[in-house]
Each structure stands twice: as structure tokens, then as C-alpha cells.
């Protein structure tokens, strides 16, 4: 009797330890503790490359042609281009270029911007669309542009209409772009005392062929104006920008700038001619600017 005895007393100790284990508080959170909840995706890039090697030799000559006419020592320190001074190349990088030539001087800056979420909640290419979406307003794009035609009503090249009442009185009016009515009185011999009453808009009246508006005040051709690109990293626009440094001679900047996940790149491409006469062609200054974007995304997703 003593023997079953203290066997089952020691299966009581054992399954009361074990319990106990089991019912511990290990197993529970602490109050306050770190929560289960997901956090946001992290970007694509967690580093950037040396900017200064990224922009093939053959695009630099084109993109400083007055580099060509230098000695091959000089050369070679244009095509090296500056490096920006930055903090933290992990953050963000950037280089320029710079030549003279004897029609016009060029500049050249690329600069790229890994973003980075310190919020948990949210991740880092929603919070590059942000920096993004701040440097797109800050560009005041104009609005895409729905030309409709010739205005409705008389085109203004058209003859105007005329209607009288006969030679006898000599009266007449006379109505079209710029509307004039007139009416003229002739009494006795050896005199003609008339009156004219004329009326218009000074504008419409004023004579064709008056000084055409200087080269900056004259918008862009169709198809050129400073836009939203389509085709280019997750999104994209195109500033183009003509202005004038005193009596220099007017310089024009385009501005590429695109984003690709966590990162932002800006090309800045500007000419300047020699001559304050030149204007700088936005076609080919567009064109260039957006094949090195083109090109700068690319080796982003190599």
C-alpha cells in the first residue's frame, strides 16, 4: 500500500511542475511590447553609383561639343567632370561639366537622390513620389495645351462686308475686323466741309507688320513646352526654360527629371550662344537631355 502510494504522489508533483510551466508567462506579451504590424516595403536602391562614370564618353562629345577643340589634356579633365559635394554618397550624389566653345558654351549637372522612409508606415518610393510631386509643382508646368482651331466667327483675314444706300447722299458704312462707320457730308461749289465719325478697336486698326515679340517672350512650338513625360522611370517631366543674364546673350535650360522607385534623378542641360542674336534650339537641347535620362534609367535597372 505504501509503495502505489508514493507513486501516485510523485505523479502529482511532476504533472503540477509541468503545469505550471506551461501556464507561465513567457508565453504571453508584455504590456506595450513591439507589435505583429507589417512594416512598409523597403526602396528598390539602398545605395548610388559614382555619378561622374555613368555618362559614356560618346554622349559627353555630344553634349559639349566645344570640348572637341581642345588640346587632349584639357580634354580629358572636361570629360571627368566635378563631382558634388555631398554628405552622405549613400544619400546622394551628382557631378557637372562644363565646355567653351566659339559659338557657345554648355553646361551639363546630373544629380541623383536616394529617398528614404523613416516612418514605418510609410514606404520609401511613397515618400519619393512626395519629393517628387514637391519638385514637379515647384516647376509650374503649364497645362497641356487643346488649341481648337481658329476661333468661331469672321476670320480675321477675311475682306469686310460693306453696304450703303447709293452715290446720291454719300453716305456709307463699312463693317469687318475692326469695325469703322462713316458718314460724309459735301454742300455748295469750291468746298467740301465733311464730317467722319469713325469708331474701332485700336488693335484691330492698328497697321500689320509691327515688331515681332523678342525670342523670350515667344512661347514654345507645339510639342515642346515644359510637360509630363511618358516612358521614363515610374514618372517624369521636362521644364525648358529661356532667360537672359544682363547683356549676355539669352542661355536656355532644360530640366529632366524623373523618378525610379526610391530614386529621383534631375538632368540639367544648359547653352549658351555666343552671340546675344542666337537662340538656343529647344528641340535639340530637349532631345539630348531626355537620351541621357533615358540612359541614367537604364543602368538604374541593370
Request: proline share 9%.
Amino acid at each position: 500500500m505504501y509503495l502505489p502510494g508514493l507513486a501516485a504522489l510523485l505523479v502529482a508533483v511532476v504533472a503540477g511542475c509541468s503545469g505550471g510551466g506551461g501556464d507561465g508567462s513567457a508565453a504571453d506579451p508584455k504590456p506595450g511590447g513591439p507589435t505583429t504590424a507589417t512594416a512598409a516595403a523597403p526602396g528598390k536602391y539602398r545605395t548610388l553609383r559614382e555619378p561622374c562614370g555613368t555618362v559614356p564618353r560618346s554622349m559627353l562629345q555630344d553634349l559639349l561639343p566645344g570640348a572637341a577643340s581642345l588640346p587632349e589634356d584639357q580634354q580629358a579633365k572636361v570629360y571627368e567632370g566635378t563631382a558634388s559635394v555631398t554628405y552622405d554618397t549613400d544619400r546622394r550624389v551628382g557631378c557637372s561639366w562644363k565646355a567653351d566653345g566659339t559659338d557657345a558654351s554648355h553646361q551639363l549637372m546630373i544629380d541623383l537622390e536616394r529617398v528614404v522612409s523613416y516612418d514605418p508606415e510609410v514606404s520609401d518610393d511613397d515618400r519619393a513620389q512626395d519629393v517628387y510631386t514637391q519638385k514637379e509643382t515647384a516647376a509650374e508646368l503649364p497645362p497641356p495645351s487643346t488649341s481648337s482651331g481658329s476661333p468661331s466667327g469672321t476670320p480675321a483675314g477675311s475682306p469686310p462686308s460693306t453696304s450703303g444706300t447709293g452715290p446720291a447722299n454719300g453716305t456709307g458704312a463699312t463693317t469687318g475686323a475692326g469695325t469703322t462707320t462713316g458718314t460724309t457730308t459735301g454742300t455748295g461749289t469750291g468746298t467740301n466741309p465733311n464730317t467722319t465719325t469713325q469708331t474701332g478697336s485700336a488693335a484691330s486698326l492698328a497697321p500689320s507688320g509691327g515688331p515681332s515679340a523678342s525670342p523670350s517672350e515667344t512661347p514654345p512650338a507645339e510639342g515642346l513646352e515644359p510637360r509630363v513625360l511618358d516612358g521614363l522611370g515610374d514618372a517624369a517631366f521636362l521644364d525648358d526654360v529661356l532667360a537672359r543674364s544682363g547683356s549676355a546673350a539669352q542661355h536656355r535650360t532644360v530640366s529632366v527629371v524623373f523618378r525610379t522607385s526610391n530614386v529621383i534623378v534631375t538632368v540639367r542641360y544648359t547653352e549658351q550662344p555666343a552671340f546675344p542674336a542666337l537662340v538656343p534650339d529647344s528641340g535639340e537641347l530637349q532631345d539630348k537631355a531626355q537620351a541621357l535620362a533615358k540612359r541614367l534609367a537604364e543602368e538604374l535597372d541593370e
